[in-house]
C-alpha cells in the first residue's frame, strides 16, 4: 500500500473527474487517449501548490505500447522547452537496456527511472490495468506498482519544485508532443 502523504497528496482521477468539460473522450470513467492529439488541459494546475514539498502522485492506468510514442505521457506541467521546470509522470522509452518502457518522474528536468521497471521487472504498458504511483518524501522518490515498492531513488537536488506558471496536461507533455495510448483514472 502506498503511505498517506500529507494534505497535498494528488489524485489523478479527482483532477480528471472535477474538470470533465476539457475531456475528448471518456470510457467508463476513464480518460481514454488515442495517442494521437487528444489530452486534458486543467489551468492553474494544483501542481503549482507543492512546491518543492512532499508529494504523491497516482493514477490507474490502461496502457498500449505505442512505438510511435518513445515516451508515454500520463500528466506533465512542463512548459517551453522542457528544460525550465515542472514535472512529467512518463512511461521512458526502452534505454540502458531495458525490455520495456519504464514508469519515470522528471522534476526540473531530471529523469528518475528504474530499468525493467524495478522490482515489478516487466512491462506496464501491457493493455491490462496498473495502478502507478510515485511519492517524494524529503530527499527520497518512492516508485509503486499495483501497491507494491518498485524501488527508491535519491531526489537530485530536493529544493527542485513540481512548479511551473503553466497548465497541467493528462495524457500528454507540452514540450516533446509525447502523448499517451490508453486510458487514464
Not at 510511435?68 to 522509452?93: A, E, K, P
Not at 519504464?102 to 521487472?121: R, T, Y
Request: glycine fraction near 12%; charge should be negative; charged fraction near 15%.
Amino acid at each position: 500500500l502506498i503511505p498517506l502523504m500529507n494534505p497535498k497528496r494528488i489524485t489523478i482521477l479527482l483532477f480528471a473527474m472535477t474538470l470533465l468539460s476539457s475531456l475528448h473522450a471518456q470510457v467508463l470513467g476513464s480518460l481514454f487517449f488515442t495517442g494521437e492529439n487528444d489530452y486534458v488541459e486543467i489551468p492553474n494546475s494544483p501542481l503549482n501548490e507543492i512546491g518543492s514539498g512532499d508529494f504523491t502522485i497516482e493514477a490507474w492506468i490502461k496502457g498500449k505500447d505505442n512505438p510511435d510514442q518513445f515516451h508515454q505521457v500520463i500528466l506533465s506541467n512542463r512548459g517551453g522547452n522542457g528544460f525550465d521546470g515542472g514535472i512529467i509522470f512518463f512511461f521512458h522509452g526502452q534505454w540502458g537496456g531495458s525490455e520495456h518502457k519504464m514508469l519515470s518522474l522528471q522534476l526540473d528536468a531530471f529523469n528518475h527511472i528504474f530499468i525493467n521497471n524495478g522490482n515489478f521487472d516487466g512491462n506496464l504498458l501491457d493493455n491490462e490495468c496498473h495502478h502507478v504511483a510515485v511519492s517524494r518524501r524529503g530527499k527520497q522518490l518512492s516508485f509503486y506498482a499495483d501497491g507494491a515498492l518498485l524501488g527508491t531513488k535519491a531526489v537530485k537536488d530536493p529544493n527542485n519544485s513540481v512548479n511551473f506558471a503553466g497548465p497541467l496536461f493528462i495524457g500528454r507533455d507540452r514540450p516533446s508532443e509525447m502523448n499517451f495510448t490508453g486510458m487514464v483514472s
